[in-house]
């Protein structure tokens, strides 16, 4: 029910009263109209820093707005506004005297009146069953709006600000938001792809992609391999023969995200992209998109890779750890130190009774993107030295027991969309489509 005439005139500015009933809006309210009734609804709240309640809102509004231009396949363009409206009301029902109805009256469309009743908080309940109840709502609009409410309330610049430290608070806010991105992960994924497997696979490996939010960065590699490869987890048999690369063909198992063991028991390990292994051979793919097209570190090999145990035949291997180490490898775009460490790690797991006896291959999949997300081109010359590095490298570990192999995407995509496979040419269709990538 509307609270009294004489109070809603107060609080809606921009609507009309004729004969004591508040009539509707021909249209819904701008975001500058809403911005002006938020304003006016929380007049007089603080937050917990005794800062005006509205700051609040309004960073919402922006964070959100930050997610939705960072993560623009989460939600459709047209859908975008309605978000905002509802990130900027989404205290409005449960901290001011505003009803759902209220919002309805006042021209507010469902899609923004739902999501902000979803977000608004009932009596009872513990606060992380209901993250958990929004997660699984698969409304994406509110989520993000969550994540966002989450991490302007966790923002180190207004904790500071906080009169008592509440670090049992900042621990909730922590859980919820690593449920919150697991979700907006799991959105991410092409309908293809089996969400639970994925999830649940890059969720037990080391980096942290998916509880970090990595894993929704417009150029995260891991996103990229996960759809790529996602849909041959369940049903390995369907991967087909990678372009060059004979070893794939009848692939037993496709793992994501899958650490592949030094021959020592502590320390870090490699993580490779994608683990497939055959009746003859285990293939570790280090899938690559804008990180050839950045500036690098200096390689990171520890003494560790210099005990005698990679056997005769990784000479080659050893000669480029070296000249790493020294300085001496020339290598700008190219990761070649991670390549070196994933070759170890692939040699010691063939000789290990898991995978003993099989043919190790390294596979370097890169992809040559045009532009940065934020429109920036990707200059043609780093494109070509990255080309040319990678063919430096292969000459230089040719013959050693760890096989090396290179292929770009667009040729991975080219070779997709050409089978007799209708799902596997949709698959490449789509996955082309979500990451730009032109076969």
Same mark, same amino acid.
């Given at each position: 029910?509307?609270?009294?005439?004489?109070?809603?005139?107060?609080?809606?500015?921009?609507?009309?009263?004729?004969?004591?009933?508040?009539?509707?809006?021909?249209?819904?309210?701008?975001?500058?109209?809403?911005?002006?009734?938020?304003?006016?609804?929380?007049?007089?709240?603080?937050?917990?820093?005794?800062?005006?309640?509205?700051?609040?809102?309004?960073?919402?509004?922006?964070?959100?707005?930050?997610?939705?231009?960072?993560?623009?396949?989460?939600?459709?363009?047209?859908?975008?506004?309605?978000?905002?409206?509802?990130?900027?009301?989404?205290?409005?029902?449960?901290?001011?005297?505003?009803?759902?109805?209220?919002?309805?009256?006042?021209?507010?469309?469902?899609?923004?009146?739902?999501?902000?009743?979803?977000?608004?908080?009932?009596?009872?309940?513990?606060?992380?069953?209901?993250?958990?109840?929004?997660?699984?709502?698969?409304?994406?609009?509110?989520? @993000?709006?969550?994540? !966002?409410?989450?991490?302007?309330?966790? +923002? $180190? *610049? %207004?904790?500071?600000? &906080? =009169?008592?430290?509440?670090?049992?608070?900042?621990?909730?806010?922590?859980?919820?938001?690593?449920?919150?991105?697991?979700?907006?992960?799991?959105?991410?994924?092409?309908?293809?792809?089996?969400?639970?497997?994925?999830?649940?696979?890059?969720?037990?490996?080391?980096?942290?992609?998916?509880?970090?939010?990595?894993?929704?960065?417009?150029?995260?590699?891991?996103? @990229?391999?996960?759809? !790529?490869?996602?849909?041959?987890?369940? +049903? $390995? *048999? %369907?991967?087909?023969? &990678? =372009?060059?690369?004979?070893?794939?063909?009848?692939?037993?198992?496709?793992?994501?995200?899958?650490?592949?063991?030094?021959?020592?028991?502590?320390?870090?390990?490699?993580?490779?992209?994608?683990?497939?292994?055959?009746?003859?051979?285990?293939?570790?793919?280090?899938?690559?998109?804008?990180?050839?097209?950045?500036?690098?570190?200096?390689?990171?090999?520890?003494?560790?890779?210099?005990?005698?145990?990679?056997?005769?035949?990784?000479?080659?291997?050893?000669?480029?750890?070296?000249?790493?180490?020294?300085?001496?490898?020339?290598?700008?775009?190219?990761?070649?130190?991670?390549?070196?460490?994933?070759?170890?790690?692939?040699?010691?797991?063939?000789?290990?009774?898991?995978?003993?006896?099989?043919?190790?291959?390294?596979?370097?999949?890169?992809?040559?993107?045009?532009?940065?997300?934020?429109?920036?081109?990707?200059?043609?010359?780093?494109?070509?030295?990255?080309?040319?590095?990678?063919?430096?490298?292969?000459?230089?570990?040719?013959?050693?027991?760890?096989?090396?192999?290179?292929?770009?995407?667009?040729?991975?995509?080219?070779?997709?969309?050409?089978?007799?496979?209708?799902?596997?040419?949709?698959?490449?269709?789509?996955?082309?489509?979500?990451?730009?990538?032109?076969?």
């Amino acid at each position: 029910m509307l609270r009294s005439v004489k109070n809603f005139r107060r609080m809606v500015p921009f609507s009309t009263i004729e004969d004591g009933f508040l009539m509707p809006l021909p249209t819904s309210p701008t975001l500058d109209e809403t911005l002006a009734f938020v304003t006016r609804a929380h007049a007089g709240q603080v937050d917990k820093a005794g800062e005006p309640y509205v700051g609040h809102l309004v960073r919402v509004r922006e964070r959100t707005c930050a997610w939705l231009e960072r993560c623009p396949w989460l939600v459709p363009e047209g859908e975008r506004e309605a978000v905002l409206h509802a990130a900027l009301l989404h205290d409005v029902v449960e901290d001011t005297q505003t009803t759902q109805d209220d919002l309805r009256a006042m021209g507010y469309p469902e899609a923004v009146v739902a999501r902000v009743v979803a977000l608004t908080r009932k009596d009872g309940g513990a606060y992380g069953d209901k993250i958990r109840a929004l997660a699984e709502s698969e409304d994406v609009g509110a989520i @993000l709006i969550k994540l !966002a409410d989450n991490e302007d309330n966790s +923002d $180190p *610049a %207004r904790v500071a600000r &906080l =009169p008592v430290p509440a670090p049992e608070r900042a621990a909730r806010y922590r859980r919820s938001m690593e449920i919150l991105r697991t979700a907006l992960a799991r959105a991410s994924l092409l309908p293809s792809v089996p969400a639970d497997r994925v999830i649940d696979a890059l969720g037990a490996a080391p980096g942290g992609e998916i509880a970090s939010g990595k894993f929704l960065s417009p150029e995260s590699s891991s996103a @990229l391999a996960a759809n !790529a490869f996602g849909p041959f987890l369940a +049903d $390995p *048999a %369907r991967l087909p023969q &990678l =372009p060059n690369v004979p070893e794939c063909a009848g692939a037993g198992s496709v793992a994501l995200e899958a650490v592949v063991r030094f021959p020592w028991a502590g320390g870090r390990h490699p993580c490779l992209d994608v683990l497939v292994e055959t009746e003859t051979a285990l293939l570790g793919i280090e899938s690559k998109r804008y990180e050839p097209y950045r500036a690098k570190s200096a390689p990171d090999l520890s003494d560790a890779y210099d005990r005698p145990v990679w056997g005769e035949r990784m000479g080659r291997y050893e000669a480029m750890r070296d000249d790493l180490r020294a300085g001496a490898a020339g290598f700008r775009r190219l990761d070649a130190a991670q390549l070196v460490k994933h070759a170890f790690g692939l040699r010691s797991a063939v000789h290990r009774e898991a995978h003993e006896g099989k043919t190790p291959l390294l596979v370097y999949l890169y992809a040559e993107p045009v532009s940065w997300p934020d429109g920036a081109a990707v200059p043609r010359e780093a494109i070509d030295e990255h080309r040319a590095e990678i063919a430096r490298f292969a000459d230089r570990v040719t013959g050693d027991e760890v096989r090396f192999a290179a292929l770009s995407y667009a040729d991975l995509l080219a070779c997709w969309g050409a089978s007799e496979d209708a799902r596997l040419r949709e698959h490449a269709g789509a996955l082309a489509a979500r990451f730009g990538l032109a076969p």
